[in-house]
């Protein structure tokens, strides 16, 4: 592992190591560096799995205390459905819960900030 303070950034944080000897077992790795993520986890598909839950696909690792705002609004009614509960299936995938119910007949957009 690259950088030990970000377990969940992926296959980016991991490289073979450069050291004459192979390992570096009991020391510091010899590709330890610190990695910086400047960019959001972007939402890569959203599928409507019933009346009230929605899943999310993410194109990068995220920890589930990472607080952000996520809101769905119908775009014929001009109307934001309040979140219940967030369940993180792994931590590229997530399940959201909604207190009301979603329509087939309308379209929605999921906005994703923070």
């Not at 950034?9 to 993520?37: A, L």
């Amino acid at each position: 592992m690259i950088d030990l303070s970000a377990p969940c950034m992926g296959e980016v944080n991991y490289e073979s190591s450069v050291d004459d000897s192979g390992g570096t077992p009991g020391k510091q790795n010899s590709v330890s560096r610190f990695i910086t993520d400047t960019g959001m986890p972007t939402i890569k598909n959203a599928f409507i799995t019933d009346a009230q839950h929605v899943t999310l696909y993410f194109d990068k690792p995220m920890l589930p205390e990472v607080t952000g705002t996520l809101a769905i609004l119908s775009t014929i009614a001009n109307y934001s459905f309040s979140i219940s509960h967030i369940n993180f299936i792994n931590e590229k995938q997530m399940i959201i819960q909604i207190t009301e119910y979603l329509s087939l007949q309308e379209q929605y957009k999921l906005i994703l900030s923070n």
